[in-house]
Antibody, heavy 118, light 110 residues
Framework: EVQLVESGGGLVQPGGSLRLSCAAS????????MHWVRQAPGEGLEWVSR????????RYAHSVKGRFTISRDNAKNTLYLQMDSLRAEDTAIYYC???????????WGQGTLVTVSS | QSALTQPASVSGSLGQSITISCTGT?????????VSWYQQYPGKAPKLMIY???RRPSGVSDRFSGSKSGNTASLTISGLQAEDEADYYC???????????FGSGTKVTV
């Protein structure tokens, strides 16, 4: 059974940084692309970033490009999202998701809440 | 990249069928087979219901079906049940930009 467990969320001031983690199990992590998707309170879903199975290719939404960095450690079966220069509009629940079947989000974690506020 | 357009809400009675539309452009929905649909209950993570426009993952009820025509994708729920009451989101891969765009979301009320 695929399991994804996010951690690292919390309260941070505008301009600050935070690193999210997503521990994966139940599948061969190093074989698959992975995503981060976020959801602001009371709002819809927004795709954030995507990383290739070997970490060799990354993609970002325009809203976070240049501020967020996605990475992975296949030896630890863990996905990361380094978030810098955080803004109030980055406040959201951040979900990690698998892409086992190509260009979709087939398994989701429970999410971790990031609040950017002074 | 603007969000795909979905109706804010759709309602139906038990046993009825409803259809949720997802309208994009020729740059997203109209130019890819990679359109997917997600169900989300309040306070819970989304769940994949349909992918590649019309394919159902293992374990998803066959009451859920998807289709696409031009720049519009659709999700149909037949034999509506109380447990179908949730938010539904479509998502399209945007080939030229190499990114993804979600729909605005539809609240289904039974």
């Amino acid at each position: 059974e695929v399991q994804l467990v996010e951690s690292g969320g919390g309260l941070v001031q505008p301009g600050g940084s935070l690193r999210l983690s997503c521990a994966a199990s139940g599948f061969t992590f190093s074989y698959y692309w992975m995503h981060w998707v976020r959801q602001a309170p009371g709002e819809g879903l927004e795709w954030v970033s995507r990383i290739r199975y070997d970490g060799g290719t990354t993609r970002y939404a325009h809203s976070v490009k240049g501020r967020f960095t996605i990475s992975r450690d296949n030896a630890k079966n863990t996905l990361y999202l380094q978030m810098d220069s955080l803004r109030a509009e980055d406040t959201a629940i951040y979900y990690c998701a698998t892409d086992l079947d190509w260009l979709l989000f087939d398994n989701w974690g429970q999410g971790t809440l990031v609040t950017v506020s002074s | 990249q603007s969000a795909l357009t979905q109706p804010a809400s759709v309602s139906g009675s038990l046993g009825q069928s409803i259809t949720i539309s997802c309208t994009g452009t020729s740059s997203d929905v109209g130019s890819t087979s990679h359109v997917s649909w997600y169900q989300q209950y309040p306070g819970k993570a989304p769940k994949l219901m349909i992918y590649e426009g019309s394919r159902r993952p293992s374990g998803v009820s066959d009451r859920f079906s998807g289709s696409k025509s031009g720049n519009t994708a659709s999700l149909t729920i037949s034999g509506l049940q109380a447990e179908d009451e949730a938010d539904y989101y479509c998502c399209s891969y945007v080939t030229l930009s190499i990114l993804f765009v979600f729909g605005s979301g539809t609240k289904v009320t039974v």
